[in-house]
């Protein structure tokens, strides 16, 4: 039986995990989603989803009120395990009185990595954070940016085949965003698996694979960026002035006009036809006619049940587990 779960194409695999504190606040209410190993998995939602929560669950951090599934394999909390998992909390600190390669000597021996093999990872790790200047300075003297570059190589220092990483842009400039961007694309294709929370919808859309929306302790949404912003929301039609005056055309025809530009809210490519024809028919210029797609941020909208402006939407299924 063991064998087979370890055999399971799952880095992650969390079922039914559940989060009450006290008697009534319900953080997590029955949590499933599924990440693939080798791939870079978002966790998306507003504050108060539960993010954290299952991130800290996850990690152990956090006793479940109620959980299932396998992490890397092995039930939550295998030990065995756990050393292979890297992990960057949201808000760390650190002691103030070590130096950051004392520090990743620290974490390391902590995670029984061997004493030549930590040193080693130390100095490896704190240059490819751009941090090697300050190897040998204490961290009480580290700006917020260099903290969050030292807690990316803390998450690192076992060579780990989970990675979970939250908020891990927060403080950094976009020279660092794009340097972590590129940290976790490297990452990825030597085969660590890479469990992301962040509020960042434009770092997520750059690197990730799949992504899961975390609403009020439920996943709304979840699947591949691809799956999730396929869907037409509205066309744009650009012309060359004329078109006000067919306002009123326009109106019955579902469109509106905002200067040189048309907008149908409408996925129909049949209705956008007809809209242009009536443009040409009264001998309006037409210079392109642009569908928008959905963006992640209309996804997240969406999930927490706000309406996208003039798109008129309907619920998007969520993907059943599997």
Not at 163 to 174: A, I, K, M, W
Not at 306 to 317: D, E, F, H
Request: aromatic share 4%; charged share 25%.
């Amino acid at each position: 039986m063991v064998g087979l779960t370890e055999m399971t194409n799952w880095a992650v695999d969390l079922i039914e995990v559940r989060k009450t504190y006290g008697r009534r606040i319900q953080a997590l209410r029955g949590v499933n989603i599924q990440v693939g190993r080798g791939e870079i998995f978002g966790l998306l939602g507003p504050n108060g989803a539960g993010k954290t929560t299952l991130v800290k669950i996850m990690t152990t951090v956090v006793r479940p009120t109620q959980a299932a599934g396998t992490i890397l394999g092995r039930p939550i909390g295998h030990r065995g395990k756990l050393g292979r998992v890297g992990y960057l909390p949201e808000n760390h600190r650190y002691p103030p009185y070590l130096t950051g390669v004392q520090l990743l000597d620290y974490y390391g021996a902590l995670a029984k990595v061997p004493q030549g093999r930590r040193r080693e990872n130390a100095r490896r790790l704190l240059d490819r954070v751009s941090m090697t200047q300050w190897a040998d300075t204490r961290i009480d003297k580290y700006s917020k940016g260099m903290m969050q570059r030292l807690g990316l190589a803390q998450a690192l220092i076992n060579d780990p085949e989970l990675l979970v990483l939250d908020e891990p842009t927060d403080g950094l400039d976009p020279v660092g965003r794009r340097d972590v961007r590129e940290l976790l694309v490297e990452l990825k294709r030597a085969g660590t698996t890479i469990f992301l929370n962040s509020h960042l919808l434009s770092e997520v859309e750059r690197v990730c694979d799949r992504v899961s929306i975390l609403v009020e302790g439920l996943v709304a949404r979840q699947g591949t960026l691809r799956e999730l912003t396929e869907r037409t929301v509205e066309y744009r039609i650009t012309v060359s002035g004329g078109a006000e005056a067919l306002r009123g055309k326009l109106a019955i025809a579902g469109a509106t006009v905002e200067g040189s530009v048309v907008t149908l809210s409408t996925p129909d490519l049949g209705r956008v036809n007809e809209v242009v024809d009536l443009l040409r028919a009264a001998g309006v210029l037409i210079e392109a006619v642009e569908p928008r797609r959905f963006s992640l941020e209309d996804i997240l909208v969406q999930a927490m049940g706000r309406p996208l402006g003039r798109a008129a939407l309907g619920p998007a299924a969520t993907p059943p587990r599997v």
